[in-house]
């Protein structure tokens, strides 16, 4: 399933939040075996977002590194395993294919292209308090107690959120900075001009990533250096 979006600057708060919104939202509403008879490739979710306001026929050139980054929870570190790889060179096809020129590290670029494999877990904690109605369950002679008195059960629980995730980051016109310059001040920061996102079974298998490529740049024709 493919899916665009209007633009809005990526927020990683505003991600987690919509992911265990859509979790909970999942498993009140739908039947656990909904999902049995669909393949993996049945299953995906592609995402993606584009600045409106971005020209992307002003791009000639990319850069996009040889390694992608993984995201897990609050860390970050670099990978390079051959699933990793053929990513990588795959997204890199594709923007050749389109007419993008990438050049060599270190080398100027009128684009960034970042890969993230994200891997996130999160672990949450609940009560399970004692009810009143266990005074009656074991028959006559314990009704009169007005329940029981124990400490609450904890019931623990872990949400893994995981997905590919691209970003185009403007280069061309990053701003200027200067010793004085508020790195953390929005008119001094790099701007994403496209994102996106591949969710569902599976999207890890080496075999998967040609298609989810495919299929992603298939709906983003707009990424192209001419009109």
Same mark, same amino acid.
């Given at each position: 399933? *493919? &899916?665009?979006?209007?633009?809005? &600057?990526?927020?990683?708060?505003?991600?987690?939040?919509?992911?265990?919104?859509?979790?909970?939202? /999942?498993? =009140?509403?739908?039947?656990? =075996?909904?999902?049995? $008879?669909?393949? %993996?490739?049945?299953?995906?979710?592609?995402?993606?977002?584009?600045? &409106?306001?971005?020209? @992307?026929?002003?791009?000639?050139? @990319?850069?996009?590194?040889?390694?992608?980054?993984?995201?897990? *929870?609050?860390?970050? /570190?670099?990978?390079?395993? %051959?699933?990793?790889? +053929? @990513?990588?060179?795959?997204?890199?096809?594709?923007? =050749?294919?389109?007419?993008?020129? +990438?050049?060599?590290? /270190?080398?100027?670029?009128?684009?960034?292209?970042?890969?993230?494999?994200?891997?996130?877990?999160?672990?949450?904690? =609940?009560?399970?308090?004692?009810?009143?109605?266990?005074?009656?369950?074991?028959?006559?002679?314990?009704?009169?107690? /007005?329940?029981?008195?124990?400490?609450?059960?904890?019931?623990?629980?872990?949400?893994?959120?995981?997905?590919? +995730?691209?970003?185009?980051?403007d280069l061309k016109n990053r701003p200027?900075?200067?010793? *004085?310059?508020? %790195?953390?001040? %929005?008119?001094?920061?790099?701007?994403?001009?496209?994102?996106?996102?591949?969710?569902?079974?599976?999207?890890? $298998? $080496?075999?998967?990533?040609?298609?989810?490529?495919?299929?992603?740049?298939?709906?983003?024709?707009?990424?192209?250096?001419?009109?």
């Open positions: 399933m *493919n &899916r665009q979006g209007v633009w809005r &600057r990526p927020s990683r708060v505003v991600a987690i939040a919509a992911v265990a919104l859509g979790l909970a939202t /999942g498993l =009140t509403a739908c039947n656990s =075996t909904a999902t049995n $008879d669909l393949s %993996p490739q049945d299953s995906n979710v592609i995402i993606t977002n584009y600045d &409106r306001q971005a020209d @992307f026929s002003q791009y000639k050139t @990319f850069s996009l590194p040889d390694s992608v980054i993984v995201e897990s *929870n609050d860390s970050y /570190g670099q990978s390079a395993q %051959p699933t990793e790889q +053929r @990513f990588v060179s795959r997204v890199a096809t594709e923007l =050749t294919n389109r007419g993008y020129t +990438r050049v060599t590290a /270190g080398q100027p670029a009128d684009l960034g292209v970042a890969i993230t494999r994200v891997d996130n877990v999160y672990t949450g904690v =609940t009560t399970n308090p004692y009810a009143g109605y266990y005074g009656n369950y074991w028959g006559y002679g314990y009704g009169g107690f /007005g329940g029981l008195y124990a400490p609450n059960y904890y019931q623990y629980y872990q949400v893994a959120d995981q997905f590919w +995730r691209i970003q185009l980051v200027i900075t200067t010793p *004085n310059t508020d %790195p953390n001040a %929005p008119q001094n920061q790099l701007r994403v001009i496209y994102q996106a996102e591949v969710r569902g079974n599976g999207i890890f $298998d $080496d075999n998967a990533v040609d298609q989810l490529i495919a299929d992603t740049f298939a709906q983003s024709t707009y990424l192209r250096p001419t009109r």
